[in-house]
């Protein structure tokens, strides 16, 4: 097992490097001068320029940037924004929670909901239970979810006024950042309300950012589910006079799981890419809108470490799959 | 056995290919309803400058923001109403999937050209050639692809063009990794090794043996690749990095209309569900073509 | 509301001195962007100034409520020397910097905080010049106070002498700007002694109206009532702002009650706005312009007769219906008519297709073609420059001219529209910083602003012109500066190296609530003077 998750590590090392090359590369290749960008209208003088570019590290040969860059990330240094002049790690680790929990929640109402109506769905192969769910599940998949957040904030925020419109708890309440989860702060603070009120703000964006997973689970567990029934030892069992609901619940469910697993795993990239529009759209204070916003800043530093942190989050969990996988694949691991 | 069959010209393969294909694909109701009104879009965007009833483009001043003919103060002339500066909502719309079939079909296009050469290169050759063109294809899928497509498009300058080679990019590694693993295992397979010994060359024998075998997967990952390429261009367009106003491109239309969102619903709506109702369209078709062309589904 | 003055005492302990009123009143405004810090000097952001510069800082002198006129601040009176050079200042005494819970004030502000505010911007040896790594001090730069500031001298305690190397009438005006509001010298000692110095800029100290509490990255900033205010102390209690960049949600939010006031409203939910019973709206000529800019080098633009004749062929009224939603009032000249010196007897050139068309012949110009460029950013001057483009366009085609549009990324844009050889007219414009018209035609019009690093996108050169507003510039009287501004608009008219587009009008909508807010002419949102009714 050691050396299985030795080898997947070492796998990675280049993976990494081609990371830090393209999030170093990029940012610079974008149209567009920060110096200008700060001065707007007003305009800068070509000396004041020089000046400012220079105080931005810019001027430096560009292969001499690259390792000034790989140096400090090692140090843990992922530079300062250009616009708030702060540490990028600091402003990232302080809008990662609201993210994360966005992005927890709306995994778990996928699994919740997606992997029962998968199951059920396969069990009722052919029933209206079926088809409603298969076709709610591909308009689901097919959702264009920034349309899809709007219509939501018409209709329950606007027509029927029943869910706030955006932030992530009301102003009424006040407690410091603990964990920077706002349902663990909320509850930790001990206000009446408070955690309710997080909650009811959390609603709608969860839902929305769930859509597209919710879709992709449930159908992909109908079909694992549906091939598992099919096999051999299912049959056997039920041949032998198992119940159905034991077969359904010990045999086929815990082999239909697998495969359901990397999908929840591949959703990851899928709930980091909603999160940029879905934040947009609720004026979530999270990583994708801070990235949005970033790019169209021209903040180097803050794009350039934004997208490396954001795709080691993405390979960190591909790994934790991979290695799930393996645990509960013992073939694998050869 | 082999004595019984009877031997089959090409084209008699094909064709009985053809029908069993159509044959498990009409069996799927949403599949033909979705190839119908796929088919629809298809023909509405060739005859788009001859169907619209009005110029997408043409700005009806005094005509701004009316609502559509079946509201109180809709004009019959502008079914679906009249946007922001007083341009038609059901030509813009017709004239919009225009843009979204172009889109589909040039970044399909880009990543499975791409993709499958880079493909056959990397299972065909093996060694450090396929271990380089991996990592590289490890490095492009561990961003998330619209983040990804955002920055490059962020490089490359907005614009439609742009949009939609960004998002090929970003496509093509899912086209490489499934060419290459069927090359990987039709290389063992003993027809590969047949023509081989009978003397075909390398290039031959990648598009012409082994690429015809692994179609199958690459037609589906082609479909599904065709819905999201329309899903992420009217993101990108929603986001400002896609197709440049005035251009009648959904995503586009959607982002210019979200300060309308409380007063005007119309110019909100009908831009989305027109997304919507081409991705439907073309997910169920994908469903349809997967199940047909999956052998293993085929016996369940 | 109980539960909210509860939790706030709990969390600052400075509520503690002050017995808690039985009804704290919280005033919710709904901001539309983060700011980038809290230190006023280092940024650039009329956001950043309304979240720190102007809730918990004073300046020297400040704008007079409502106006442009400059008035006594933090200094209680000043003089100015014969040539204009001299400024002392006598400041006021007993104004308390604010406390936190690392940080007690052991002194009143005195000279010695003017002298640091000064010397941290304009002396790179200083050693708070780069507190944090990268800060630059991008308005001090460009309202050119390093070439204007000689020295800045303590007389004592209480009485500061700035020099300057010549004399400028606008100088007042400058120190009335955010980025010379006053910070604390003692504070900066303190953190430095505690190896903290980016608290300076995370954790404010400033005089003004409200002391600051807290801020949560992109979603809240609360401030709490300054009790020791050396001025009006405030009337509410808590001030919170709620950011919400997306203009119709924050309407939503202060539809449901969530805020009290919104800066920005989309032109499209005005009338919306108007009509709701619960809401109320105030409006007022916002200080900008918006234009666009031919290049006066460049054939055949660089005859007046052309940039006349394009002028008459675009519908302005048009415009301003459309895209601006009527918004907005038709400009007619380079300064708002909010401002001193606004020339009211110029005639605008009149719509006219036909003349137009004359003077195109009369000019020997035919099937001309040209570049729009239309900026790819909404502003507060224009709303969206590709609309505006587009019906520029279709006017344009109706006297036989070829247009264009053509459009770039923000910063390519802005760099791009600068480069003398530009072959487009440019759709720009220009909000005030300090209600000086010379922050106006100086800086877009005159010769100097034509050169690489200026904001002259016309690189139009009138030495009449230029002479006028250098006149304008040294002169301290009034009367005398309005006559030249004045005289200035006549020939900017007869040349038109613009066409003057539109002032657009700022909107603040708020609940029927909320009473004693005051519109800045600036764009400045401040609350020390607003109450709301329970």
Known sequence: MFRFILSR??????????????????????????????????????????????????????????????????????????????????????????????????????????????????????????????????????????????????????????????????????FPDVTGFMLIDSLISGQKGAFLSTVHHLILPSVVLATI???????????????????????????????????????????????????????????????????????????????????????????????????????????????????INPRIRK | MSDTTVKLTDAQIRRRMLAEFWFYFSRNRGAVIGLCVFVTLVLMAIFADLIVPHDPTLQYRGMEKLPPVWEAGGNPDFWLGTDAVGRDMLSR???????????????????????????????????????????????????????????????????????????????????????????????????????????????????????????GPLIVQATLSFSSAVLDAAALGFLGMGARPPAAEWGTMLAEAREFILSHWWIVTFPGLAILISVLAINLMGDGLRDALDPKLKRS | MKLLSRSLIAASALALSAAAPAMAKTFIYCSEASPEGFDPAPYTAGTTFDAGAHPMFNRLAEFKKGTTEVEPGLAESWDVSEDGTEYTFRLRKGVKFHSNDKYTPTRDFNADDVIFSFDRQGNAENPWHQYIPGITYEY??????????????????????????????????????????????????????????????????????????????????????????????????DLVFAITPDAAVRLQKLKAGECHLMPYPAPADIAGIKADSNLKLDEQAGLNVGYLAYNTTLAPFDNPKVRKALNMAINKEAIVAT???????????????????????????????????????????????????????????MPNARRTAEMMQEDLS???????????????????????????????????????????????????????????????????????????????????????????????KDQAPWFTIAHSTQYVPMSNKVSGFVMSPLGDFTFETVDIAE
């Open chain 3, 323 to 381: 895209v601006f939603e009527g918004q907005a009032e038709p400009a007619k000249n380079p300064i708002p008519p909010t401002m001193w010196s606004y020339n009211e007897s110029i005639v605008d050139d009149p719509y006219d297709p036909e003349a137009s068309k004359k003077l195109l012949e009369e000019a020997g110009v035919s099937g001309l073609s040209m570049e729009i460029w239309a900026m790819p950013v909404q502003r507060p001057y």
């Open chain 1, 9 to 174: 590590l070492l796998y990675l090392v280049p993976t990494f490097f081609g990371i830090t090359l393209v999030t170093f590369t990029f940012p610079r290749l974008l149209k567009g001068d920060p110096v200008l960008l700060m001065a707007g209208e007003r305009g800068v003088s070509p000396e004041r320029h020089a000046e400012l570019t220079a105080q931005l590290g810019l001027d430096k040969n560009i292969v001499v940037q690259y390792f000034d860059f790989i140096g400090r990330l090692f140090q843990g240094d992922f530079g300062n924004s250009l616009v708030t002049k702060k540490p990028v790690l600091s402003e990232f680790l302080t809008l990662f929670p609201a993210t994360v929990e966005l992005g927890l929640v709306a995994i778990l109402i996928a699994i919740l909901v997606g992997v029962p109506i998968g199951v059920l769905a396969a069990i009722k192969r052919g029933s209206w239970f079926d088809q409603v769910s298969m076709s709610a599940a591909l308009v689901g998949f097919s959702m264009p979810i920034f349309w899809w957040g709007l219509l939501l904030i018409i209709f329950f925020s606007g027509t029927l006024g029943w869910t706030p419109v955006s932030g992530r708890i009301s102003l009424m309440y006040f």
């Open chain 1, 213 to 327: 997973p919710l879709a992709v689970i449930a159908r992909q567990t109908r079909s694992a589910m549906l091939e598992v029934l099919g096999e051999d030892y299912v049959r056997t069992a039920r041949a032998k006079g198992m119940p159905a609901r034991r077969v359904i619940g010990v045999h086929a469910l815990r082999n239909a799981m697998i495969p359901v697993v990397t999908t929840i795993g591949l959703q990851i990239g899928v709930l980091l890419a909603g999160a940029i529009l879905t934040e947009t759209i609720f004026s979530w204070p999270g990583i994708g809108k801070w990235m949005i916003e970033s790019i169209s800043r021209r903040d180097y530093p803050s794009v350039q470490s934004g997208l490396l942190l954001m795709a080691g989050i993405v390979m960190l969990v591909n790994l934790l799959v991979d290695l799930t996988y393996g645990l």
């Open chain 3, 398 to 492: 109706k006297v036989g001219v070829k247009a264009e549009i053509v459009s770039y990324e923000w910063g390519e844009y802005l760099d791009k529209s600068m480069e003398p050889g530009r072959t487009g007219a440019v759709i720009l414009g220009w909000t005030g910083d300090n209600g000086d018209p010379d922050n106006f035609l100086s800086v877009l019009l005159s010769c100097a602003g034509a050169a690489p690093g200026g904001a002259n996108r016309a690189f139009w050169c009138n030495e009449d012109f230029s002479a006028l507003l250098q006149k304008a510039k040294v002169s301290s009287d009034p009367a005398e500066r309005t006559k030249l501004y004045e005289e200035a608009q006549v020939i900017f």
């Open chain 2, 93 to 215: 719309l017709i004239k919009g999937s225009q843009y979204s079939m172009f889109i589909g079909v040039v970044v399909v296009s880009i990543a499975l050209l791409g993709g499958v050469v880079i493909g056959l290169v990397a299972g065909f050759f093996g060694g450090w050639v396929d271990v380089l063109i991996m990592r590289v294809m490890d490095v492009i899928l561990a961003f998330p692809s619209l983040l990804l497509a955002l920055v490059l498009v962020a490089i490359l300058g907005p614009g439609l063009t742009n949009a939609m080679i960004a998002i090929a990019i970003v496509y093509q590694p899912h086209f490489a990794r499934l060419t290459r693993a069927a090359v990987m295992s039709e290389l063992k397979r003993d027809y590969v090794s047949a023509a081989r010994v009978s003397g075909a060359g390398n290039i031959r024998l990648m598009f012409r043996t082994i690429l015809p075998n692994c179609l």
């Open chain 3, 140 to 237: 001090y730069t460009s309202m050119a106070m390093p070439d204007l500031v000689k020295s800045v001298e303590k007389v004592d305690d209480y009485t500061v002498k700035i020099t300057l190397n010549q004399p400028e009438a606008p100088f007042l005006a400058n120190i009335a700007m955010p980025f010379m509001s006053i910070v604390s010298k003692e504070y900066a000692d303190a953190l430095d002694a505690a190896g903290t110095r980016e608290e300076f800029n995370n954790a404010p100290i400033g005089t003004g109206p409200f002391k600051f509490v807290a801020y949560q990255k992109d979603a809240v900033i609360r401030y709490t009532k300054n009790a020791d205010y050396w001025g009006t102390p405030a009337i509410i209690d």
